[in-house]
């Protein structure tokens, strides 16, 4: 390792201000320290409106544990766009996500990618994971909140004679169920997992207000290591079961993002300067720069008219109105013109 | 509910953005301190307070007013035309940044691309260039490298052109060029200062890098009889011209830049400088004396230096100096809208006509009216936009300045001539 990092310091001398692996990569695309990606594998549906898709990472990517997530970047029309996926595949194998068709980025992953086709990562991340120890499981998990768990399921079971897990998996039909036939089939196989499926179309939802439903899948519930994944009410719902009858222990969520809400009109947000620890209330029509300016921040500043790109600032959350367009843009990460975009609801800065 | 469906985060809310390592960008302690770094800079460069409110404008352009004074070329427009003439620039940009996409990336990976290959087998053929005819391909090669990736792509990347694909690699915040100046300390001079005072005499330092007479108001003093030699001088050593007028030490002379600022300047400069000579000048003809070709790969790095600095010279002369072009007084900025800025830009700029190649290798500066009109639009898009603005200049009765490459050049020298003796107002307009 060592003599292959003197060999490319000695190549640097030949390449710069560009590294050697600016020109590797003209032959191998995910050879890149400084972008981490993948290069997709293999494609399968899941459902009408799902896929799994496996992929190889490059250098720089570090082995998932069963239940983590990871950050992906996807091109849509030139754009990069990232999306945070729960992997699904268990640990220890080559990394997957499973993706349901939902807005614009997972949409097209579902749909367009192919074998071959580039991902950019990010190193998973996340402590929805299994217990140090073993212990006894309760899995309660709704539309594709059973991602993390798969993987957790798929780790486990088939490797753990003595794991004992019990899963309850709410979806609306059958047809859209992630994984029906694998799960079916694992505990067709394996005595450690019970498996509780439940169409909402037909059975009704899984009624979380009292501990009465629970209790009568799984007696021994309040002795199991709980996890709650899936959209918000239902995790919520959860928590508010675990809380009032155990104080909240024994329980792990995972919450699907809430989606940041561009603010409507001309409503401008408080604005977050995360690194400067300062929160300010802002207008709609203000360039942040000047509400930074204004909050006796050092802002980076230039031409103060949108053309010279010196104010960058990474966005860390929320979304911004480009005042010159009046658009309202904004991912995590993107770096912004803090001279012509004004806050479009809460923002967060990384300044 | 289900909108984002399939997008986890830990539980906290806005997990996925509180840790900075996580994020896609550039290493993290790359991405905020650096920025913030960068920025500070020119922060530390603003004149004292005489002077900062004419350098420093409050927000952006109004879009109705009227500046103290119009420049004569747009003397006979009324304030709701220079408007209107704002309202369609703006539309002619809306249209083009509608259509930017996928189309657009794969154009600026593909010159990336080609020019890293053109760059590749250039310095491969020096390998061996005691042979004459890989002399000639190596030199060559490297001279198209070198003219394409600061022309087309470093210029063009540094203006933040590409910057909407949120490719990290392809970015004005992380782009360094094949230039001795170091990136940021151009993008200073040129993005922010060049392109926000285009030619007002006294506030653009680029009319004349400080160098050169170039505009009549500007008082002649005697070292002006030197200005056709000190061009030719400049013209085959004007990377390093630039890195050295990049330093801004005119303004370190009067206090405006301070001593921290200026030692940090200079050791970016020597940095970047000794990266690049080593490269050019030790590296390359080092390993090529293993054929024997030593003198002959060193003589071809420093030809396609010395080729990329007369075009890059003879290209960027032509943007604002040829006959045809005006320059402003600062009464002619003060209180401009934003139509006057537009107008400003077409009248100050000057095309070069020619072909698609020739576009490409001056980096699309050819379309000058329209880079200045919209300095961060793709490069690419230039060409398509620029029958519209010239359509627009012909119905508002304003110059459009263009010609072949060569007459605007001997305009350009032209110019350097007649101004290196006193005098030398501009013919009255009609």
Same mark, same amino acid.
């Given at each position: ?5 003197? *060999?490319a310091?000695?190549?640097?001398? #030949? &390449?710069? %201000?560009?590294? =050697?692996?600016?020109? +590797?990569? @003209? ?5 890149s ?7 997709v ?5 899941e ?5 799994t898709?496996?992929f ?26 990232w ?37 950019? *990562? ?5 402590? #929805? &994971?299994? %217990?140090?120890? =073993?212990?006894?499981? +309760?899995? @309660? ?12 399921i ?7 004679r ?52 629970v ?44 989606t ?62 480009d ?19 004004a806050?479009a609801?809460?923002?967060?800065l990384?300044? | ?35 913030a ?44 035309q ?33 020019q ?34 600061n ?14 694909m ?22 200073h ?14 506030k ?45 030490l ?27 000579f ?21 003589v ?72 200045h ?31 072949p ?19 030398g ?6």
């Amino acid at each position: 390792m060592i003599r292959l990092r003197k *060999l490319a310091q000695a190549a640097s001398l #030949f &390449t710069t %201000p560009l590294a =050697p692996e600016d020109f +590797l990569a @003209l032959l191998n695309p995910i050879h890149s320290t400084r972008q981490l990606r993948g290069v997709v594998t293999r494609v399968e549906a899941e459902t009408a409106d799902s896929a799994t898709i496996h992929f190889r990472p490059g250098r720089g990517w570090k082995a998932h544990e069963a239940g983590q997530w990871a950050r992906i970047g996807v091109e849509l029309d030139g754009v990069r766009h990232w999306r945070s996926y729960s992997l699904s595949a268990a640990a220890g194998e080559d990394p997957a996500i499973t993706v349901t068709a939902v807005g614009a980025v997972s949409e097209a992953l579902v749909r367009d990618t192919r074998p071959g086709d580039v991902l950019f *990562l990010a190193p998973p991340q996340g402590d #929805f &994971t299994l %217990p140090e120890h =073993p212990r006894p499981l +309760l899995m @309660l998990t709704a539309g594709s909140g059973i991602t993390p768990v798969m993987s957790m399921i798929r780790t486990l079971v088939p490797r753990r004679r003595d794991a004992d897990v019990v899963l309850i998996h709410s979806a609306r039909t059958p047809e859209s169920s992630l994984f029906r036939e694998e799960l079916a089939e694992l505990a067709d196989q394996f005595p450690n997992l019970r498996l509780i499926q439940r169409f909402t179309a037909t059975d009704g939802r899984l009624d979380l207000s009292t501990p009465a439903a629970v209790e009568a899948i799984c007696p021994d519930w309040r002795q199991r290591a709980a996890y709650a994944c899936g959209p918000d009410g239902f995790v919520g719902a959860a928590e508010a079961l675990w809380q009032a009858e155990a104080n909240g222990a024994g329980l792990s969520i995972e919450r699907f993002d809430t989606t940041f809400a561009g603010g409507a009109g001309q409503d401008g947000g408080v604005v977050t300067f995360e690194l400067s620890d300062r929160e300010v209330e802002a207008p709609g029509d203000v360039p942040l720069m000047e509400v930074g300016e204004d909050a006796g921040l050092l802002v980076p500043s230039g031409c103060r008219m949108g053309i010279c790109h010196s104010c960058l600032i990474p966005l860390r959350s929320g979304q911004v109105r480009d005042l010159r367009s009046g658009e309202v843009h904004g991912e995590p990460g993107e770096l912004i013109q803090t001279c012509v975009s004004a806050a479009a609801g809460p923002v967060s800065l990384g300044l | 509910m289900t909108a984002t469906a399939n997008h986890p985060s830990t539980g906290t809310p806005h997990a996925t953005t509180g840790a900075p390592g996580a994020t896609s960008w550039v290493p993290a302690t790359e991405a905020a301190p650096d920025a913030a770094a960068a920025g500070a800079a020119p922060a530390a460069v603003v004149p004292p307070a005489a002077t900062s409110s004419a350098r420093t404008r409050p927000g952006m352009l109004a879009t109705e007013g009227r500046p103290l004074v119009r420049p004569p070329a747009a003397a006979h427009l009324s304030d709701e035309q220079v408007a209107e003439i704002g309202r369609e620039l703006d539309a002619i940009r809306d249209a083009v940044l509608a259509k930017r996409g996928a189309a657009d990336a794969a154009y600026i990976r593909r010159v990336i691309r080609a020019q890293r290959v053109l760059e590749i087998g250039g310095r491969a053929a020096l390998l061996g260039s005691r042979n004459k005819v890989a002399w000639v391909a190596g030199t060559a090669m490297l001279s198209l490298a070198k003219i394409l990736e600061n022309m087309e792509i470093g210029h063009n990347v540094l203006h933040g052109q590409w910057d909407w694909m949120r490719d990290p690699d392809i970015h004005s915040s992380t782009w360094e060029w094949d230039f001795v100046t170091p990136a940021r300390a151009w993008q200073h001079t040129h993005n922010d200062l060049h392109h926000r005072w285009t030619n007002v005499v006294g506030k653009d330092n680029d009319i004349g890098y400080n160098l050169l007479r170039m505009d009549p108001d500007q008082p002649w003093k005697p070292g002006n009889l030197g200005n056709p030699l000190y061009n030719a001088i400049l013209a085959p050593l004007f990377e390093w011209g630039i890195a050295i007028y990049d330093l801004e030490l005119e303004d370190f002379k009067k206090g405006r830049k301070s001593k921290e600022a200026m030692k940090s300047d200079l050791k970016a400069l020597g940095l970047k400088a000794a990266k690049q000579f080593t490269k050019d000048y030790a590296a390359t003809p080092a390993a090529a004396m293993l054929t024997g070709s030593g003198k002959q790969a060193l003589v071809g790095t420093l030809t396609a230096n010395a080729v990329r600095n007369l075009w890059a010279h003879a290209v960027i002369f032509c943007g604002h100096f040829p006959e045809g072009t005006d320059t402003f007084s600062e009464e002619m900025v003060e209180g401009e809208t934003r139509g006057d800025w537009y107008v400003r830009q077409m009248i100050g700029s000057a095309n070069i006509s020619g072909s698609k190649a020739m576009h490409l290798m001056t980096g699309n500066l050819s379309h000058q009216i329209e880079h200045h009109l919209f300095p961060d639009l793709p490069s690419n898009r230039y060409a398509e936009v620029a029958p519209q603005v010239k359509d627009l200049c012909r119905r508002y009765g304003l110059p459009y300045t263009e010609g072949p490459l060569l007459k605007q050049v001997g305009s350009t020298w032209g110019k350097i001539f007649r101004l290196a003796l006193p005098g030398g107002a501009k013919p009255a307009r009609g």
